[in-house]
């Protein structure tokens, strides 16, 4: 059984930035591909970014590309997203996601995944 705990989110005005935090326990960290995907208010949940094990590739979706960065430290078992530039639209719940069979694909496709409680982040404008 893998527990995500995300950390990081909060009220910030648009154009400011946040790092969210994913601590992840009960496995091999290492070994995942990871995730976040994001929930706003009214909408379906939807996919934000992926890193593949040891981070060696990494996807995004079209509204975030060039100003969220995915990344991992394995030695301490975190996934972090740093997010850049935000904007109001950006405004949801950040679930943080693992496929303990290290498939990136499963990621980008939200199959078979653990999901963490999810932390939110509020950008006003």
């Known amino acids: 059984q893998v527990q995500l705990v995300e950390s990081g989110g909060g009220l910030v005005q648009a154009g400011g930035s946040l790092r969210l935090s994913c601590a992840a326990s009960g496995g091999t960290f290492s070994t995942y591909a990871m995730g976040w995907f994001r929930q706003a208010p009214g909408k379906e949940r939807e996919f934000v970014a992926a890193i593949s094990r040891l981070g060696m590739s990494t996807s995004y979706q079209d509204s975030v590309k060039g100003r969220f960065t995915i990344s991992r430290d394995d030695a301490k078992s975190i996934l972090y997203l740093q997010m850049n530039k935000l904007m109001p639209e950006d405004t949801a719940v950040y679930y943080c996601?693992?496929?303990?069979?290290?498939?990136?694909?499963?990621?980008?496709?939200?199959?078979?995944?653990?999901w963490g409680e999810g932390t939110l982040v509020t950008v006003s404008s």
């Open positions: 996601v693992v496929d303990r069979r290290g498939n990136r694909a499963a990621v980008l496709a939200g199959t078979g995944l653990y």
